[in-house]
């Protein structure tokens, strides 16, 4: 039984490769291959990335590319975590490598640029002569606070000098909806330009990006037409509506993909010692190569393998499943007989335990029979003794009156008397304490027999046990015999 039980542990199977000269389990090694297929398709997709500028600077070739890495890396790796789980995932340092908001054309149109700044931002922003830099999102563990850090800058035109960078901080509130599904909630909004502190701004829907603007226009000296391009306020809501809700598609170590309500995907890399590499290095820079892409096809060799090793688990499973119910019905059956002898030997000791009460109270009440029968035989001969001494003395009196001769005469009678009541009634009493002893002895008898027959009783059940015990183990070992032999 220990042996089937450790080969079912939370699903796990007993059946062990060689590894390395260590022993692992089939379910370890099924995880083994897909965190290695999800780590391989994390790589391919940001091969694809590098050298894309985060998007701007892709073709349509490009974005075809993109979204077939994204798809074979959402079918590796889908995101299953929910609630907690899935926030201390998301806890760290993130930097975006593509949005597929900033792919088609450059420099960026008005609604490519709103559609990227609507899901960060509570309304849209946008302008054709801005350029986006680095985009890094930080979430903390304590709150799941998450601020996302965007620069901006202006493009001018040459001979003029690089316009000043702009830095946008969004705060938001991150929480959880479902599987890999959550819901992001502007709390506040800070920009930061060269020379200029603008305060925190409000958060209200077309509000806040309003002020945002006209900081912008009143920092640059930019024109005031340059506000026709925003949508109305009802748009604007809706926009928050949809870009408040955010599912991550896929995921791995070091890499996840969001996809926001308005459709947009986002690809980012998490920013640690141990996950930067060449390849997400390569990612954010505009000026680098493209590496090359891992082959689509063996991603789904991979897949199609890990489903055949998954189905041969399945039946592992079912099989040692089905021997240990063999062995648990055994063990059922074992339980019952132990359970019915059990019960037997109780009731044996309750029916002994009955007899000895009953024959305690026999004997408690033929004592008291006999105590009983006792006193009166004495009371009797007590009363016969005073009634003989009371005709004695009347004699004795009427011999005194009628003559003194006659009293010697009737002093010996009375003697003789005497001596004959006394005798009757020693006679009496020893024959009333014979019968006593009798009783008690026949007594004494019954409960010596009563213990007797129930200490024969008491070691008749105890063998009927003993036996049904060496029963119970030869069964047990037939089955651990069977078993064995399975």
């Given at each position: 039984?220990?042996?089937?039980?450790?080969?079912?542990?939370?699903?796990?199977?007993?059946?062990?490769?060689?590894?390395?000269?260590?022993?692992?389990?089939?379910?370890?090694s099924i995880h083994m291959t897909d965190r290695l297929a999800a780590t391989s398709a994390a790589d391919s997709l940001l091969q694809v990335c590098a050298g894309l500028d985060r998007g701007a600077i892709a073709s349509a070739q490009d974005s075809a590319l993109?979204?077939?890495?994204?798809?074979?890396?959402?079918?590796?790796?889908?995101?299953?975590?929910?609630?907690?789980?899935?926030?201390?995932?998301?806890?760290?340092?993130?930097?975006?490598?593509?949005?597929?908001s900033l792919s088609g054309s450059t420099p960026l149109s008005?609604?490519?640029l709103r559609r990227f700044l609507v899901t960060t931002v509570d309304a849209p922003m946008a302008r054709s002569s801005l350029m986006i830099g680095e985009v890094v999102q930080r979430i903390d563990g304590h709150g799941f606070g998450l601020e996302e850090d965007i620069s901006l800058r202006l493009r001018t035109p040459w001979p003029l000098p690089p316009a000043p960078e702009m830095r946008i901080k969004l705060s938001h509130e991150l929480?959880?909806?479902?599987?890999?599904?959550?819901?992001?909630?502007?709390?506040?909004?800070?920009?930061?330009?060269?020379?200029?502190?603008?305060?925190?701004?409000?958060?209200?829907?077309?509000?806040?990006?309003?002020?945002?603007?006209?900081?912008f226009a009143d920092a640059l000296d930019s024109p005031s037409s340059a506000l026709r391009s925003l949508p109305t306020t009802e748009a604007v809501r809706t926009l928050n509506s949809q870009a408040q809700a955010l599912s991550i598609i896929a995921s791995s170590d070091s890499v996840r993909v969001d996809r926001?309500?308005?459709?947009?995907?986002?690809?980012?890399?998490?920013?640690?010692?141990?996950?930067?590499?060449?390849?997400?290095?390569?990612?954010?820079?505009?000026?680098?190569?493209?590496?090359?892409?891992?082959?689509?096809?063996?991603?789904?060799?991979?897949?199609?393998?890990r489903e055949e090793t998954e189905a041969a688990a399945a039946v592992e499973v079912a099989e040692l499943k089905s021997m240990l119910e063999l062995v648990a019905a055994a063990e059922a059956s074992v339980a019952e007989e132990k359970a019915a002898v059990e019960a037997a030997l109780e009731e044996a000791e309750r029916l002994s335990s009955e007899a000895a009460a009953k024959a305690e109270a026999k004997?408690?009440?033929?004592?008291?029979?006999?105590?009983?029968?006792?006193?009166?035989?004495?009371?009797?001969?007590?009363?016969?003794?005073?009634?003989?001494?009371?005709?004695?003395?009347?004699?004795?009196?009427?011999?005194?009156?009628?003559?003194?001769?006659?009293?010697?005469?009737?002093?010996?009678?009375?003697?003789?008397?005497?001596?004959?009541?006394?005798?009757?009634?020693?006679?009496?009493?020893?024959?009333?304490?014979?019968r006593l002893?009798?009783?008690?002895?026949?007594?004494?008898?019954?409960?010596?027999?009563?213990?007797?027959?129930?200490?024969?009783?008491?070691?008749?059940?105890?063998?009927?046990?003993a036996a049904a015990e060496e029963k119970a183990a030869k069964a047990k070992a037939a089955a651990i015999a069977a078993i064995g032999d399975l």
């Open positions: 039984k220990a042996m089937l039980a450790g080969a079912v542990v939370l699903g796990s199977l007993a059946y062990v490769v060689p590894n390395g000269g260590q022993r692992v389990s089939m379910r370890t993109v979204a077939s890495a994204v798809e074979a890396f959402e079918a590796m790796a889908p995101c299953a975590l929910d609630g907690n789980d899935l926030l201390n995932y998301l806890v760290g340092e993130w930097r975006l490598v593509y949005s597929s008005v609604d490519q929480h959880p909806t479902g599987a890999g599904s959550l819901t992001s909630a502007l709390v506040d909004v800070g920009l930061r330009l060269p020379g200029l502190s603008v305060p925190s701004l409000p958060s209200t829907p077309g509000g806040g990006t309003r002020y945002v603007l006209r900081s926001s309500g308005l459709g947009e995907t986002r690809v980012f890399v998490r920013v640690t010692p141990s996950s930067t590499s060449w390849v997400a290095d390569s990612a954010a820079s505009s000026g680098q190569g493209k590496a090359p892409q891992l082959s689509a096809s063996a991603l789904r060799e991979v897949a199609r393998v004997l408690a009440e033929a004592i008291e029979l006999a105590e009983a029968q006792a006193a009166g035989q004495r009371a009797v001969a007590a009363a016969e003794l005073a009634d003989a001494m009371a005709a004695a003395e009347e004699t004795l009196a009427a011999a005194k009156a009628a003559s003194v001769a006659e009293r010697e005469r009737l002093m010996t009678v009375h003697a003789q008397e005497l001596r004959k009541v006394e005798a009757t009634a020693a006679g009496r009493t020893a024959e009333a304490e014979k002893a009798l009783a008690l002895a026949k007594a004494e008898e019954e409960a010596a027999n009563a213990r007797v027959a129930h200490a024969a009783e008491k070691q008749e059940l105890a063998r009927q046990a």
